[in-house]
């Protein structure tokens, strides 16, 4: 079945350190990538998005992410956190031509980032 | 702020209450969604409508009942519910169910049972 890991379940960065978070997923067909962030106390938003093409993809916020096909990820970095960064983010997929393609989210990191 | 409104943005309930959550999105999106959301844990899908039409229902039980009676609204009927229930409830819409179509979500609605 496919699934969605996310290695790191709590992350504690200072300001201006860089961040990665790790997202593999577990099909061997294509698949659309998306990384959404949940700031406390409000709704998930779209960070950002990869169908095709250039597999580096820039989102909002500063927020960047390289699909790699060989290692199955899809891993968000920022260079320089800030205190705002403060989330819950969650990693999903959706497979490509399956008819309804179910968005499966992964289990979520949360980011403190201390000022 | 988001542009899929739920309401209301707590609700309590005893288990043989019959309540109901709304969700509401004018950006002409064709496909709308149900998760429930458990504290520490990512969103499960429950319930999608493709234009109107119940296209999957995640064996949800039947003490939930979708409805969407207008493209910019879906409703979920909530009756007899268990304790285990008391979750967070997200509504999404999307342009249409394409796997390539970002999902919009709501603030959700914290449904706790008594």
């Known amino acids: 079945a496919q699934s969605v890991s996310q290695h790191n379940h709590h992350v504690i960065l200072s300001e201006a350190a860089s961040l990665e978070l790790g997202c593999n997923y577990s099909?061997?067909?294509?698949?659309?990538l998306f990384w959404y962030v949940q700031y406390p106390g409000q709704h998930l938003q779209l960070l950002l998005k990869y169908f095709s093409g250039d597999p580096l993809v820039k989102g909002i916020k500063g927020f960047e992410a390289e699909f790699i096909k060989s290692k199955f990820s899809f891993n968000l970095r920022k260079p320089s956190v800030q205190w705002s960064d403060t989330a819950e983010y969650f990693c999903a997929v959706t497979l490509k031509n399956t008819g309804f393609q179910k968005l499966v989210f992964g289990t979520g990191t949360r980011l403190l980032v201390s000022p | 702020d988001t542009e899929v409104t739920q309401t209301p943005k707590h609700l309590v309930m005893g288990m043989t209450n019959k309540k109901s959550l709304k969700c509401e999105q004018h950006m002409g999106h064709r496909a709308m969604y149900w998760y429930k959301q458990k504290a520490k844990k990512p969103p499960e899908l429950m319930f999608v409508?493709?234009?109107?039409?119940?296209?999957i229902n995640e064996s949800v039980p039947s003490r939930f009942s979708p409805e969407c009676p207008n493209s910019s609204l879906l409703n979920l009927h909530l009756h007899a519910l268990q304790p285990e229930d008391s979750a967070l409830y997200l509504c999404a819409s999307s342009l249409w169910t394409g796997g390539n179509q970002p999902q919009h979500f709501g603030d959700g609605t914290r449904l706790s049972i008594l």
């Open positions: 409508y493709s234009y109107e039409k119940l296209s």
């Open positions: 099909y061997g067909g294509t698949v659309n």
